[in-house]
Every structure is written in C-alpha cells, then in structure tokens.
C-alpha cells in the first residue's frame, strides 16, 4: 500500500474541494472539508471516523453534492471547476455509484433496480422491459432466478449484488462506493470483497471506496487516504496556490 501521489493530467482521480457546512445536529456548529488529493491508482480507499465528511467527497466527485469551491477531474475530463463555472451533471459524469445501504427501490423488482442504472428519463422501467446489458449483469451475478423480487425478498448479498449490477449496467468509467460491504455478515463479506476484486481486475476501471473496515484496506491496497474531521491526514496543502489565484481573478 502507497500514500504517494502523482500529478499527472490522466490521474483517475484529481480532486480539490472547499465546502462549509451547517450542522443538521447542533445549532451554530459548522462542519468544513477541505482536502485535495489525486490517485492514479486503479484503488483507492478512503477511510476515517464516522463524520470524517468521506460522504460528502464521494458525493462531490459523484455531482450529488457541490462544494462551495473545488475542482474534481477523473482521467483527464474536468467534472468540476468553480473557478471556470464548470459542473457537469451526476448523470453525464459516467460514473457506477453504490450508496452505503444500497438505496434500492423496495417498489420494484430486481431486473427494474438494475435497468435503472440505464434509465434517462423519468420514468421507471417496466416489469416487462428487456434489455440485453440488464439481462448480463442478472447473470454475471447470478441474480437471474430473483429477477422478479423485490428487494425485502433478497438476502443481503444478492441485494448487494443487484446495487452493483445498477452500478455497473451503464459501463461505467469508474465505480464510486460508499462502504459496500458495511450491511453484510463477516462471511459473505469476505466472498464478496473477492467477487468485487476479480470484476475489477476483468473490466480494468478505476474504484475510490469508503471504508471502516481494516480488512477493506489491506484487502485492496492501492491508494489510501485517511480523513479526520474534514482534512486528509498527511495530505497536500489543502488547495494549490494555482487555484487560489483562480478563485481571487
Ligand atoms: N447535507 C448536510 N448538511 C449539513 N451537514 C451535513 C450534511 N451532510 C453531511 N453533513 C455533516 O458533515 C459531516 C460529514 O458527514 P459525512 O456523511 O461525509 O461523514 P462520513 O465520514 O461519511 O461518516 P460515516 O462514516 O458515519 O458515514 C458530518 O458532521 C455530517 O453531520
């Protein structure tokens, strides 16, 4: 495992973010991220205690939360840049996203949660919809016999697989994970560490990951990036000279 990072343009992730936040708890307090790393690992893993704001950088480089000021480039596309008015939106920012409990749909089945990682307009998929990238992820993942099922029907690996396959079924140019293993037991949690790894090492695209987990670290080495209260330990200056003449232009 490194802690070392490039500056290359292509790096899979380049990330700069400034953002001050309110307290939903407390009244007065305020919570501030400010941190800047960049990976050209195809892993990297971000980890940290509870409240870190791990989150909220995954959402930032997601398009689901804007920071105040920032700059967020993978593989050389900027995605985000204050300075220069660009922010392109989540769904054209081509990235495979799994949330930390899978926010699966309950009111549709497995075949329509992973074609709504196809959807573009507003409506839902119908139960009678096909589509041939759907039908292999259901297989890929073996989900082909609970296609019809709704999620509370699922055990928690094979609704953890139906979030993947939703992440996975647009090809995505990187997978962004918010502690895809948190909601398993120990065992299926280790199989299903290996699965994700050996899909990764086939489609060769890039991953950032939260974790709590030690054994996710050692596990998938690359990159980490540890997170305290808002700033990465041991990390670059927060934000580069270069962009703060940026913000004062
Ligand atoms: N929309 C919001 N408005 C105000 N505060 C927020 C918002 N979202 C997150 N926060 C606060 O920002 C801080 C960081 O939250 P974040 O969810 O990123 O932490 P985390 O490191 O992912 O924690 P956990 O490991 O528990 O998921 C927390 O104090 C949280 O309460």
């Not at 802690?3 to 973010?17: E, G, H, K, L, R």
């Not at 998938?220 to 700033?231: C, Y």
């Amino acid at each position: 495992m490194s802690t070392t990072v490039s500056n290359t343009p292509s790096a899979c992730f380049d990330v700069q973010i400034q953002q001050t936040l309110r307290s939903r708890e407390r009244s007065g307090s305020r919570f501030s991220l400010n941190l800047r790393f960049r990976s050209e690992a195809m892993h990297t893993v971000l980890y940290g205690p509870s409240g870190a704001g791990k989150s909220l950088t995954l959402q930032a480089i997601a398009g689901l939360n804007r920071p105040d000021q920032g700059r967020i480039s993978c593989q050389g596309q900027v995605l985000l840049d204050s300075v220069r008015g660009i922010d392109v939106p989540a769904a054209q920012r081509g990235f495979g996203y799994l949330f930390q409990d899978y926010a699966l749909f309950p009111h549709l089945d497995v075949r329509q949660n992973v074609a709504f990682g196809l959807r573009r307009g507003w409506l839902n998929p119908s139960r009678r919809w096909r589509d041939p990238r759907v039908e292999h992820w259901l297989q890929a993942f073996e989900l082909d016999a609970v296609a019809g099922q709704r999620p509370e029907q699922l055990s928690g690996g094979q609704r953890q697989r139906t979030a993947l396959a939703r992440a996975l079924v647009g090809a995505p140019r990187a997978l962004l994970l918010d502690e895809p293993f948190s909601a398993l037991d120990p065992a299926l949690r280790g199989r299903l560490r290996e699965e994700l790894a050996a899909l990764l090492q086939r489609l060769q695209i890039p991953m950032l990951m939260i974790t709590h987990d030690p054994e996710d670290l050692a596990f998938f080495g690359g990159l980490a990036l540890q997170l305290r209260a808002g700033r990465l330990v041991g990390g670059e200056a927060e934000i580069d000279s270069e962009f703060e003449q940026g913000l004062a232009a």
